[in-house]
């Protein structure tokens, strides 16, 4: 039997097990209020989950390592699954309403569009790659180098203020997960106090936000309204673009100024790096390029996105091992927003 009959079978199955189940009910459709209502109910678990997530952690820790109840409960308490978990209820609840699961499938195929998070799964993994993040370390430390400040302090500051302005070429996620590489290696894994860990999230997640401002081309926020208003390069830099700029720049300098004796006090990371041929750099400077300038057709962006695993199977001493379980997670975790 060939896949297609096995999936029409399937489907019709599933269509009768629906009318099976809901014989009693009277009503021939369902009222949009109720979609809504459900929908709205659904939200608010998932958001109350979110806020719950560490209870399930703590919970997962009264039962045997291994044993089903501590996975289900760890698998409950990953923050990325929560929205997708309740979507899929969502997703059933909603065929069950209408008696037919053809209903849920058309809304996810005809209503919903999930470019994005494939978009955030591929140019997360292929952007936290060995040979990207060292290309990114190095144009990061010439900056850090023309100012003269230690280069923990330094390159902390270039970090996250010419860091972040990356997202305006490559795309926020990209840019965001760059940085995070960057300063978990340089920062993060050398036992700085919380407070500075936080100050340092914060000001990540603000700066790359706002970063993406200078082009007309790579924020979501922007692009959904450059076209309309004629919005190009030069109107992006000159209005909105060198504020941005200087927001980075000035909220980083008091940022780096509160926590100097910290960030001065720290030991300077080990300068000896991996050797990666300039040709593999450039290979996958190619394959982000390609998949940021791709990023509005998910066909094509997975296709480069094949042939980059392929590049990466073939060069794998030159490769660490890829981020695949951290870019679903985000990708899931988008997808059910």
């Known amino acids: 039997m060939q896949p297609a009959n096995c999936g029409r079978l399937l489907m019709t199955w599933l269509d009768c097990s629906f ?61 990325e699954i929560v929205f997708g978990l309740w979507a899929s209820v969502m997703f059933f609840a909603y065929a069950a309403a209408h ?46 180098r023309l100012l003269p ?35 978990k290696d340089r920062y993060f894994d050398r036992g ?29 926020p922007v692009l959904m309204v450059a076209s309309k208003w004629n919005w190009g390069f030069w109107h992006m830099l000159s209005n909105f673009g060198w504020r941005s700029a ?13 926590f100097f004796r910290q960030l001065n006090s720290l030991q300077l990371p080990d300068a000896s790096r991996r050797f990666i041929p300039t040709w593999l750099t450039g290979l996958h400077v190619a394959c982000l390029a390609a998949v940021v300038y791709f990023s509005h057709y998910p066909d094509v962006f997975f296709g480069v996105f ?5 590049l990466v199977t073939a060069t794998r001493e030159y490769q660490d091992s890829l981020k695949l379980k951290e870019g679903l997670l985000v990708g899931f975790f988008l997808a059910g927003l």
């Open 19 to 79: 009318l099976i189940a809901s014989e009693a009910t009277a009503q021939p459709s369902v009222e949009p209020m109720f979609v809504k209502v459900l929908a709205t109910t659904l939200f608010a678990l998932a958001v109350l989950h979110t806020f719950a997530v560490k209870k399930f952690a703590q919970w997962a820790h009264h039962y045997p390592q291994g044993s089903l109840q501590e996975n289900l409960l760890h698998f409950l308490a990953e923050t």
């Open 246 to 258: 200087a927001a980075c720049f000035v909220s980083t300098l008091i940022v780096a100024a509160i």
């Open 192 to 220: 700085i106090s919380r407070p500075l860990a936080y100050a340092t999230i914060g000001l990540l997640f603000v700066n790359v936000s706002i970063g993406g401002t200078l082009t007309h081309f790579a924020a979501p």
């Open 99 to 144: 008696r037919s699961i053809h209903h849920a499938v058309e809304y996810i195929e005809n209503q919903l569009d999930f470019t994005e998070p494939k978009f955030v799964l591929v140019v997360m993994v292929v952007a936290a790659t060995r040979p990207v993040v060292q290309l990114a370390e190095r144009m990061i430390l010439s900056v850090a």
């Open 306 to 310: 094949m042939l980059f695993l392929g």
């Open 149 to 183: 400040l230690k280069e923990t302090v330094s390159f902390f500051i270039a970090t996250l203020a010419f860091g972040s302005l990356l997202g305006s070429f490559i795309t926020e996620p990209a840019a965001m997960t760059l940085l995070a590489m960057l300063l």
